[in-house]
């Protein structure tokens, strides 16, 4: 069956650190994949999309990668800082009419 | 703000109770969606509409019932629901382009609607 994973756990880091948060997926063939942020209570808020084509993309702070072999995206916060502590989703292109989103993952930045 | 506005932010309704979600899109965009999202679950796609036409009906129930009068406006009627189909209830636009195929650009989303059916 197709399945995206997000690590349902929390991350928890120290301010000033580098967050790494992973998509992972099967049965997919995603031409793009898209990052999200939510803040509880609110909707999602899109951050950046990658290509299959692309291998890195980077915002600000924000760096995404999109490993089609590996079906892996890695979805980086560098310097972080609690404003950024959110749950961040990845949605991926399946070709259907609408994108297909993981559970997410919540990031907790202690200061 | 994103451009997507959806009232009420809150309801509470009971299992005999017919409510309405009301969603508007300030985007100008031609497509426009509904998600539900539970606690610990992925947002579960319910709703397609593009360019008006529902062009998707993800097996929801049919006390779930979507109308779109116009692109601009998205509605969730809803009637005889059950305690399971608490969740937040969000509203979603793009832009998509006409021809068939093409990839799914940003979705802008709006504030939700939390929905508890007691």
């Known amino acids: 069956s197709q399945k995206i994973e997000q690590n349902s756990e929390a991350l928890n880091i120290q301010e000033g650190k580098t967050a790494t948060l992973t998509c992972n997926y099967t049965n997919y063939s995603p031409a793009y994949l898209q990052w999200y942020r939510q803040d509880p209570g609110r909707g999602p808020v899109f951050l950046l999309l990658?290509?299959?084509?692309?291998k890195e993309k980077r915002k600000e702070r924000l760096k995404v990668t999109f490993d089609t072999t590996l079906k892996q995206s890695l979805f980086h916060i560098t310097a972080s800082q609690p404003a950024d502590s959110a749950t961040y989703l990845c949605a991926l292109d399946t070709g259907r009419r609408a994108l297909t989103f993981g559970s997410g993952t919540r990031l907790q930045v202690q200061p | 703000e994103t451009g997507v506005t959806q009232t009420p932010r809150h309801l509470v309704m009971g299992m005999t109770n017919k409510k309405s979600l009301k969603c508007e899109q300030h985007?100008?965009?031609?497509?426009m969606y509904w998600y539900k999202q539970s606690a610990k679950k992925p947002l579960e796609l319910m709703f397609v509409y593009n360019f008006k036409e529902q062009t998707e009906n993800n097996s929801v129930p049919s006390r779930f019932s979507p109308e779109c009068p116009n692109s601009s406006h998205l509605f969730l009627h809803l009637h005889t629901l059950q305690p399971e189909d608490s969740a937040l209830y969000l509203c979603?636009?793009?832009?998509?382009?006409?021809?068939?195929?093409?990839?799914?650009?940003?979705?802008?989303f709006g504030q939700g609607t939390r929905l508890t059916v007691v």
């Open positions: 979603a636009s793009s832009q998509k382009p006409p021809q068939q195929g093409t990839r799914n650009t940003e979705a802008f």
């Open positions: 985007l100008g965009h031609n497509a």
């Open positions: 990658i290509r299959e084509n692309e």
